[in-house]
């Protein structure tokens, strides 16, 4: 069964730090795209990094340039995604997701081009 699932969300302190996993299981991390998306309440749904899998390039939205970086273990199925300097802003439902099989080296910033999804994760930033 091919699923996305997220974890490493939680409540922070402003300027602080979360990394989020997003394991990956019935694809194997060889030519594919991860996006990583957050909504927040009231809000639509918004792309934060996009990383291709072929070229290991990773774009990020204006917002959380420098911030944010992310990084894969293949052995692992897992990709990361390192949130530092987190503001109350960035307080939203971090989703994974996935394109499989794709074979471009800079992944698709629209959210209706992937596929597999995963359920989230709720990340509060808050003093």
């Known amino acids: 069964q091919s699923q996305l699932v997220e974890s490493g969300g939680g409540l922070v302190q402003p300027g602080g730090s979360l990394r989020l996993s997003c394991l990956v299981s019935?694809?194997?991390?060889?030519?594919?795209?991860i996006g990583w998306f957050r909504q927040a309440p009231g809000k639509e749904r918004e792309g934060v990094s996009w990383?291709?899998?072929?070229?290991?390039?990773?774009n990020y939205a204006d917002s959380v340039k420098g911030r944010f970086t992310v990084s894969t273990d293949n052995a692992k199925n897992t990709i990361y995604l390192q949130m530092n300097s987190l503001k109350p802003e960035d307080t939203a439902v971090y989703y994974c997701?996935?394109?499989?099989?794709?074979?471009?080296?800079?992944?698709?910033?629209?959210?209706?081009?992937?596929?597999?999804w995963g359920q989230g994760t709720q990340v509060t930033v808050s003093s």
């Open positions: 997701a996935m394109i499989y099989p794709y074979y471009g080296n800079v992944a698709p910033e629209t959210h209706r081009d992937y596929r597999y």
């Open positions: 990383f291709s899998g072929r070229s290991s390039i990773a």
């Open positions: 019935g694809f194997t991390l060889d030519y594919y795209a």
